[in-house]
């Protein structure tokens, strides 16, 4: 347990069989290696470009809270949590809450990010992460995978979405929701690390 918050961990299944043995094993070891950024630390800046070839810069962002949504078209559970995204940041933009999602995937062009989120209204900018820098500096490893950033650029939540159980359907506990309304009304985040679910991130090393 952090000092103010609560970590919960979510249980991890691998398939056990004859068959799908080594694949289980490979993919619930997937990512092991990536150190984890811890939560109340500060987080890496980056400069990186979105479809348009537009350059952010995480520096320039601070005094915002905001919300890195570590995302992958090729993943089914990225895609599913999509429409809530938008949702989301329809409803916090206007309260000041800056959203870009992140893609690490080693093969994904910008151009095809471009016209997922054109064909799915993602009104956010959408990142590129070339070569998985940026993912391997703050240790991210599943899409979708959640960071939200303090006003200090301070790690204040990490991991899930939410609770889903299926990539289409909302869960019951909005991780994300809760803990920006817990930023928002300046009190510490309650639940601050909940473990990621979803696609392995594909790296190019």
């Not at 520096?59 to 992958?72: E, N, P, R, T, Y």
């Not at 329809?90 to 989120?117: E, M, R």
């Not at 959408?126 to 960071?147: C, I, Q, S």
């Amino acid at each position: 347990m952090y000092k103010g918050g609560t970590i919960l961990k979510g249980a991890q299944f691998c398939l056990v069989g004859v068959f799908v043995v080594a694949f289980a094993l490979t993919s619930c070891s997937s990512g092991a290696q990536i150190k984890a950024l811890p939560i109340g630390s500060a987080v890496p800046s980056f400069t990186l470009k979105d479809f348009n070839g537009q350059e952010h810069t995480l520096a320039s962002l601070k005094g915002k809270i905001v919300v890195l949504d570590f995302s992958s078209i090729e993943c089914p559970y990225s895609r599913g949590t999509d429409p809530s995204w938008v949702e989301l940041a329809n409803q916090y933009g206007p309260k000041g809450v800056l959203f870009f999602g992140i893609d690490s995937h080693k093969s994904t062009t910008p151009d095809q990010l471009k016209q997922y989120a054109t064909e799915n209204k993602i009104t956010f900018p959408v990142l590129k992460d070339v070569n998985n820098t940026y993912a391997d500096a703050v240790g991210a490893t599943r899409t979708p995978e959640v960071f939200i950033l303090d006003k200090d650029q301070k790690l204040a939540y990490h991991g899930a979405f939410d609770d889903r159980k299926v990539p289409e359907k909302a869960g019951e506990n909005a991780y994300v929701r809760k803990a920006l309304d817990d930023l928002l009304a300046g009190n510490p985040v309650k639940t601050q690390e909940v473990e990621a679910w979803g696609c392995s991130i594909k790296r190019v090393k």
